[in-house]
């Protein structure tokens, strides 16, 4: 079974893919096939919209399903025409949320995605351009991180600063221990005056060695006994200096992302 | 009026955060308090989620907000005895859902931002790992580029990749125009062969200049001359070579991402 998925927005319709995908997780035998139309801010790009859907309801036999976001009620209505089966994100929240506060919505298009608040827009590029200095050892002065993740090469630190820094607005820096750092069964003193920001990542030792064969295939690097050696050691360290550890082996980085701002008491505003 | 609200998930939140925030952007003369209780997947955490939003409600003499997504039925019946006032993510649209698609829906917690498809999963991190060794001309070898944005230092090329990395899983390149492409009026030899995956980045001179300003105050990078002249030159060498631009003065990364990758046709599903 195949099914088509509108996601429809005046904006980058970022928000409703993200909420869509949410939801179509929940059937997952159901084959979805995706569309995102963002942008959608004048009559011509809703009537083409209308096509597309109507178009993908004869193909499928099947009515679409249509994340529609777009605030404007005009536009919002021209796509009620189509043959798609419509999931109104705004007409389901907003009232509830007027009655509640009291107060009517405002109804602007491209709010969520758009750079609504420039401060916090500029505090957002700071934190990437600050993970990007501070990525994988580059620099290793910390005074200004928010936190500082430290593991073996590859156990996911880069991407998870990244993460962090565009959504969160974090400064976050990362360290890759190195064989002296695992030899010493010591932080080195640069990290130990910030042990209160730092956070461990740990992977499991073959996954590891998978990962570091595809970037550097029969080394020394990715050898099993390596990978094994460097996790366990890894593991005793962060244990014995108290620094609290999360496992990425299963686990995406917006988890681990969310578990280590948790962890550090950073209560961030997502971006 | 200050108002709490609250995002409260099994999962990370990150969602119902981006969700809530979406909805929130409607109501700007209203100051939110935000707060983010991921991961409520046992009665404990329900019940302490419950007792955060009854402590808030008391301090702001008014029901918080609390957008919930979590699936289990009974903690999300949990958070109905609270005194929030419930916008309640799945319950709005799962049953609409089912009903458009013939099929029950899984309720399963975690799943929107867990590894539920590793490959997909893995060829995010690959494409991550490919922006940064392609970030700012570091690598000029394009054969594996999904797109290559290019423009004068400081035009946001850097954050627009990594972002298109993280959330499409897009092979983004950046390469910065030097002063001798922009005397030129000519693409690199090395652009030139991949020009149908070229995109420019365009932004205002006065605006250039305050960014390069606060990174290096006072030089000739970063005077309004110097700016004003990069941008002149690089606009009209990208209109020479026929590269579609976009303007990033006022736009946000995700908004930019979104117009290149429909510009570039590229119809990757977000993650």
Redesign the interface.
């Known amino acids: 079974m195949q ?1 088509t998925v509108f996601f429809i927005s005046d ?5 409703t ?3 869509g ?3 179509l ?6 084959r979805f096939r ?3 139309i ?2 959608v801010s004048d009559k011509a790009a809703g009537q083409s919209a209308v096509e597309r859907i109507n178009e993908a309801a004869e193909k499928d036999g099947a ?1 679409p ?1 249509v994340f529609n ?1 777009i ?1 404007n009620t005009e536009l919002s209505d021209l796509l009620s025409t189509s043959q798609g ?1 419509i ?1 109104d ?2 007409s ?3 009232g ?2 007027a009655e ?2 009291g ?1 009517e ?4 298009a ?7 608040d420039v401060q916090r ?1 500029e505090d957002r ?1 700071e934190a ?2 600050y993970a ?1 200095s501070h ?1 994988d050892g580059v620099s290793l002065t910390y005074d200004n991180a928010d936190l500082i993740l430290v593991g073996v090469s590859r156990s996911g630190k ?2 998870t600063c ?2 962090m820094a ?2 969160f607005g974090v400064k976050a820096a990362n360290y890759p221990l190195t064989e002296s750092d695992l030899e010493s069964q010591r932080l080195p003193t640069f990290l130990r005056a910030h042990k209160q920001k730092v956070v461990g990542l740990m992977i499991d030792g073959d996954r590891l060695a998978q990962i570091r064969e595809t970037r550097r295939p029969g080394s020394r690097y990715s050898s099993l006994k390596q990978c094994h050696w460097e996790v366990e050691s890894a593991e005793s360290l962060l244990r014995a200096e108290g620094v609290p550890v999360f496992y990425t082996t ?6 681990i ?3 280590v701002l ?1 962890q550090l008491g950073l ?1 961030r ?2 971006f």
Chains 1, 2 share one sequence.
């Open positions: 099914r904006g980058t319709a970022i928000t893919e993200t909420l995908h949410s939801l997780t929940q059937f997952p035998d159901v995706q569309v995102r963002p942008f009515p399903l976001s605030v089966y999931l994100f705004f389901a929240f907003l509830p949320m509640a506060l107060v919505p405002r109804r602007e491209g709010r969520a995605h758009g750079v609504t827009y590029m990437t351009n990007l990525d880069t991407p990244l993460y565009l959504h299963h686990s995406s980085i917006e988890e992302a969310s578990l948790m209560q505003e997502m």
